[in-house]
């Protein structure tokens, strides 16, 4: 059975950062992609970085801007989500799901409760 629970989630400052944290279950990593997902208040869910499965090469992604990076430690079967120079439009719940591939959703995914991420102005 897949779990995974996240925690970091909290109030934060324009500016400032958070990191978010993602406890999986047992082989997790071999067996699915990891994502992040977030979905703010009235709005949709949305993919915010992954990670595919089992590539050994490939354990740090980041987004385009650099604002967001996302890393898996293999040896804790965690996954993390650093968001840095936080933005209001960034308060949202924020989701790590386990997925047959990345963005792939429906088939067989997983989601964790989540965890929520507010930021003031």
């Known amino acids: 059975e897949v779990q995974l629970v996240e925690s970091g989630g909290r109030w934060a400052q324009a500016g400032g950062s958070l990191r978010l944290s993602c406890a999986a279950s047992?082989?997790?990593?071999?067996?699915?992609?990891i994502g992040w997902f977030r979905q703010a208040p009235g709005g949709e869910r949305e993919g915010v970085l992954c990670?595919?499965?089992?590539?050994?090469?490939?354990d740090v992604v980041s987004s385009r801007d650099r604002r967001f990076v996302m890393s898996r430690d293999r040896v804790k079967n965690t996954i993390y989500l650093q968001l840095n120079t936080l933005k209001p439009d960034d308060t949202a719940v924020y989701y790590c799901?386990?997925?047959?591939?990345?963005?792939?959703?429906?088939?067989?995914?997983?989601w964790g409760q989540g965890t929520q991420v507010t930021v003031s102005s």
């Open positions: 799901v386990a997925m047959t591939s990345c963005w792939t959703l429906g088939v067989d995914d997983h």
């Open positions: 047992g082989s997790t990593f071999d067996r699915y992609a």
């Open positions: 990670i595919e499965k089992g590539d050994p090469s490939t």
